[in-house]
């Protein structure tokens, strides 16, 4: 399928049909990981692009978690990474919680790696992390993915919470924009 939206032409690549198999398939995997831990899972996604795909993974868990949200901006209006990474988050106490961390993409690795030092400074229990889409080709710094959707080739992705220039979040599937 191909969209075109002012006057970028997106190629459809997953299918909205494809992202709620695989994500009812990793909830139950989650659900299966975690059944025997004693405090609800802590789930904390990562905005503003895992609104949508943490919003339909959590449905599919079937063991008791609280939910929270970061803020991280890696990249400005352009489609190429700033390299640098702003975090922001008031989240409740993970000490001695089980953490699951849930990205949209992790392209360079960049902003997990800042994620992940700042929360294991918190002295989680465990803490894992879920991405909807890996992008391994432009990874310049290594992440440890427990849970992965779908890898996708290093192009421009939109759509499922994934924006351009704060656009496309909306689509119920993932595109690539051609260039
Ligand atoms: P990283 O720090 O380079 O790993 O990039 C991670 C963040 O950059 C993701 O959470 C996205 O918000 C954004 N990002 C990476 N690749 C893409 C893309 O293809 N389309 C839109 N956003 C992207
Ligand atoms: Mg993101």
């Known amino acids: 399928m ?10 459809e690549i997953i299918s909205a049909e494809r992202l709620h198999v695989r994500i009812r398939e990793l909830g139950s995997e989650i659900s299966r990981d975690y059944a025997e831990i004693a405090t609800p899972l802590v789930v904390i996604g990562v905005l503003k692009g895992a609104f949508i795909v943490l919003a339909d993974l959590v449905r599919t868990i079937t063991i008791p978690c609280t939910i929270d949200f970061l803020h991280a901006s890696s990249y400005g209006s352009e489609k190429v990474s700033s390299g640098t990474v702003t975090i922001r988050h008031k989240i409740t106490s993970i000490q001695n919680r089980h953490v699951l961390l849930v990205e949209d993409i992790i ?18 229990a465990s803490m894992k992390i879920f991405t909807l889409l890996d992008k391994p080709e432009a990874r310049k710094l290594p992440v440890d993915i427990a849970y992965t959707g779908f890898v996708v080739p290093d192009r421009f992705i939109v759509g499922y919470g994934i924006d351009f220039n704060e ?7 993932i595109g690539i924009i051609n260039q």
């Not at 191909?2 to 190629?11: G, M």
């Open 107 to 124: 392209d360079s690795g960049l902003t997990m790696q800042r994620i992940t030092g700042d929360l294991l400074q918190m002295n989680p």
């Open 167 to 173: 656009q496309y979040r909306e689509l119920s599937s």
């Open 2 to 11: 191909n969209l075109n939206i002012n006057n970028d032409s997106v190629t």
